[in-house]
């Protein structure tokens, strides 16, 4: 059930109304229930028999860790625990591939969908791991000794399919807080919600149209095309990875729950470093604190090197992550490397800029932001493309004519061309309307404001936005 | 001198500020420059001056300044 599905419209004001009028001291029940049928709703019982685990396991070894006064035994619990999150997910990521492996010599038919079988897997493996680092850490100093309540911020239903993968110290205060209904919060709930089905719906899927005509042909496309298609995915994945942040964090506000803040226009990052600091925030500072600064400090005496071994790490953690394809792998390599020559040349960089009395122009940061985005792009190749030979391929040819660009687009968007540059228009009056990136400030602002954004929002979601029958998230897939 | 003195000295020199003035609360945010690139450095300074070394977890528990200077003396006093 994903959120721009006609079951969730109908699943979200049920579920609202069982738990506004439930007692409060069986909130949790509600949620945690809803969040099971939530999940059940992709027909593989098995997540939910894998989600049970992971719960089990990192509330058992989160009371043992912190019963403990013995360092050793301390470790001995935090890695038992981690160990079993990582052997689970690597299970689960990297199962269909090695049964597709195996039957390929021996002839058998395959059993797993590779595409439905770890759906959020990732998410709450990640989230487990931290709880029991932050336990071990006494971040988080005390465990949660309810089970129920633990399971629920292990199985929340806004964030469970693709994240924010929330801190334990984030999030628990907030499941055991008494609900107290709010006016204020439940417009900015449902407004977040709406803008981030816009933007999944209009705008992430309609890109999808022609970024996903590019890249299943490739081969049919060279040129402009291509360079067309390579910036369509860059903004259909950030549209629609950040559409799903907004509608899970509107979700969470209805609940009075409020979830981590994912993206922070992550393509007006001035440098790659800047980028991760905006992109997937949660995913990023997982990795940066429990990968990437354990290395780094392993490594400290080693210097520089230190530094950008680990960062290479870390990324290639990040890459494998994302599943069993050797284009994640080459995305993270390339995201790594870009941070780890940044560690060298940085330094220089600054100066030079110093030196040349530009370190303030907005010229220059500009064209820092203009740079970051086209290495961000060109990254993003390797995790779109099927194989490295079609990656290859688009590289290869950005610069070599202009095939299939207008056929690609009828094909994408049909009729819609004209209807299209009608939306833009739109589009920058929603723009200008707004102003300000922060779409829930608009609440505040003035009735006439106000309604005309939320009819503008509207209407463009119901002429514009792309309904299937089986709709998706990019990060689903993860 | 006292150990938030020597460290004032160490924090002037890795971040190349001389007017920098540092507090316990003091978290990098408030510090321009202090990145986990640059924390690295301000780490093995640290431990260099004072002839001291920190376990990993003592490391990826600190928070702030304050937290900083309570390890330092703790280490120093055992």
């Known amino acids: 059930m994903a959120f721009n599905s006609f079951s969730y419209f109908l699943f979200l004001p049920i579920v609202y109304l069982v738990f506004y009028f439930t007692a409060d001291r069986w909130r949790w029940l509600v949620l945690l229930s809803a969040s099971y049928g939530f999940y059940a709703s992709f027909k593989a019982p098995y997540l939910l028999a894998v989600l049970l685990m992971v719960t089990g396991i990192s509330y058992a070894c989160g009371l043992r860790i912190a019963a403990q006064q013995d360092e050793a035994i301390r470790k001995r619990w935090l890695w038992i625990g981690s160990f079993s999150c990582v052997a689970i997910l690597a299970l689960m990521k990297y199962l269909p591939l090695l049964e597709s492996r195996t039957n390929s010599i021996f002839g058998f038919n395959n059993t797993f969908n590779s595409t439905l ?44 399919l693709q994240g924010p993968i929330e801190r334990a110290g984030d999030l628990l205060p907030q499941l055991k807080k008494p609900y107290q209904c709010d006016y204020n919060a439940m417009r900015s709930g449902m407004l977040l919600f709406t803008w981030g089905l816009f933007k999944k719906v209009v705008v992430a899927d309609r890109l999808a149209l022609y970024a996903d005509q590019v890249f299943n042909n490739v081969h049919d496309h060279t040129g402009l095309s291509l360079i067309i298609g390579t910036y369509a995915y860059a903004l259909q994945i950030y549209f629609d990875f950040s559409a799903y942040t907004d509608m899970a964090r509107g979700t969470g506000r209805m609940f009075g729950i409020n979830l981590t803040e994912n993206f922070n226009s992550p393509y007006l990052a001035t ?16 990795i940066l604190d429990y990968i990437f600064k354990p290395l780094q400090m392993g490594c400290r005496n080693w210097g520089q090197i230190g530094t950008a071994l680990a960062l290479i790490i870390a990324f290639l953690v990040s890459g494998i992550w994302h599943g069993a394809k050797w284009g994640f792998i080459i995305w993270g390599l390339l995201h790594g490397l870009y941070l780890a020559t940044s560690t060298y040349y940085r330094p220089y960089q600054k100066r030079l800029h110093k030196w040349l009395g530009i370190e303030k122009n907005k010229w220059l940061k500009w064209w820092q932001v203009f740079v970051t985005f086209n290495l961000v792009s060109f990254a993003w190749v390797f995790f779109r493309t099927k194989n490295f030979g079609d990656a290859w391929y688009v590289i290869s040819k950005w610069f070599h004519g202009i095939k299939g660009l207008w056929s690609g687009l009828i094909l994408s968007q049909g009729s819609y061309v004209l209807v299209l540059l009608i939306a833009m228009l739109m589009e920058v009056l929603l723009v200008s309307l707004l102003m300000k990136p922060n779409i829930i400030k608009m609440i505040n602002r003035s009735a006439i404001v106000r309604h005309t954004v939320y009819c503008l929002l509207s209407i463009q979601i119901i002429l514009f936005g792309v309904f299937t029958l089986d709709p998706k998230f990019v990060y689903f897939n993860f | 001198m006292t150990t938030i003195e020597a460290l004032n000295q160490i924090f002037c020199m890795v971040f190349d500020d001389d007017s920098l003035q540092i507090t316990p609360d003091m ?27 920190f376990t990993q977890k003592e490391l990826l528990k600190q928070k702030n300044v304050g937290d900083l200077i309570a390890e330092i003396d703790r280490k120093l006093a055992a």
């Open chain 1, 271 to 286: 440098s790659i470093a800047d980028f991760w600091r905006r992109w997937h925030i949660s995913f990023s500072r997982w």
């Open chain 2, 27 to 53: 978290t990098a945010n408030d510090v321009d420059g202090w990145d986990s690139l640059s924390h690295v450095n301000l780490i093995t300074t640290i431990e260099a001056r004072f002839n001291l070394r």
């Open chain 1, 117 to 160: 079988i770890s759906i959020g897997v990732s998410y709450f493996t990640f989230q487990a791991i931290s709880y029991l680092a932050d336990i071990y850490l006494e971040i988080e100093e005390v465990p949660e000794q309810h089970f129920g309540r633990f399971a629920l911020y292990m199985a929340f239903f806004p964030k469970l």
